[in-house]
């Protein structure tokens, strides 16, 4: 959505999407914002309760059926499960996601990393193409004027026109770019708790063959998966950062994970906005 900073300024609803790298502050800045008055979408909180519900489920069931006591429970009906997924907890989702590497230390065979992969891109496809019907159903049902959608970390990929045209025509694309002190930062989280992710299959039809050469491994199957997770992390950023700044030069706006982090106030960030959409010339 192109508008003058005064067009945003005085828009009588506002709608933002926070796009950036996972952990450089979107939903910080998100949760800044008085909860009264707008609402936040978490496209990773719609992926897991709506898209990959019956998937993480499905995982969760496999994985206790190899348990004879949980088993038997499960054939019963005597037990149910279901997974506790909120906004401050996305582990169910990061759970399904897995690493590839060695089966017997708790990575994923490529084939079903793969599978799962493309579960996810479909899942956050659809998440965002939801974005324009919750923007009406926020104000219609509960009443707020404003929102602000949390997108995912690999918003930049997903390469479906559907979903890019529907950010474009119903939010304000804001690009929280993080400097090299803050990837060296997210680096560093990555090495304490190395994490799932999604790679889009661009990247690792160019970098698993790499990593392999590397680490001198004949499969992904000998690899340890937290090993691939940390080696890839930094590439993913260095993959991921021109593809940001490309999709806010063309539809957006560039503010730097720095001054997002000052914002303490709704004042502050629409001022963060509007600032954004001067420098951006509009």
Not at 63 to 89: C, G, K
Not at 141 to 159: M, P, Q, R, T, W
Not at 211 to 235: G, H, I, K, Q, T
Request: with cysteine.
């Amino acid at each position: 959505m192109r508008l003058t900073a005064d067009e945003f300024r005085k828009a009588r609803r506002k709608s933002v999407t926070l796009m950036g790298m996972s952990g450089v502050g979107k939903t910080v800045l998100a949760n800044r914002l008085p909860a009264t008055r707008w609402f936040i979408y978490s496209g990773d909180y719609r992926i897991g309760t709506q898209y990959l519900r019956e998937p993480i489920l499905d995982n969760i069931k496999l994985r206790a059926m190899e348990v004879p006591f949980l088993r038997d429970l499960l054939r019963s009906d005597s037990i149910y499960i279901e997974s506790n997924i909120t906004v401050q907890n996305l582990r169910p989702i990061s759970t399904f996601l897995g690493k590839p590497g060695d089966p017997d230390r708790g990575g994923l065979p490529l084939k079903e990393f793969r599978r799962r992969q493309e579960l996810h891109r479909d899942a956050e496809v659809r998440a965002m193409r939801d974005v324009a019907s919750f923007i009406e159903k926020a104000e219609r049902i509960y009443g707020y004027k404003h929102f602000v959608n949390d997108a995912g970390g690999s918003i930049c990929e997903l390469g479906d026109p559907g979903a890019l045209k529907t950010l474009i025509e119903h939010t304000v694309i804001l690009y929280l770019e993080a400097s090299s002190h803050d990837e060296e930062k997210l680096v560093e989280r990555a090495r304490r708790e190395p994490k799932p992710m999604y790679y889009s299959p661009e990247f690792l039809r160019r970098h698993l063959p790499e990593y392999l050469e590397e680490r001198r491994l004949d499969s992904m199957d000998d690899a340890a998966p937290d090993d691939f997770a940390l080696w890839a992390f930094p590439r993913l950023i260095a993959h991921r950062r021109p593809l940001y700044a490309a999709l806010a030069r063309e539809h957006g706006y560039t503010v730097s994970a720095r001054e997002a982090q000052d914002v303490q106030t709704e004042a502050d960030f629409v001022d963060l906005v509007a600032d954004a959409i001067r420098a951006g010339g509009v």
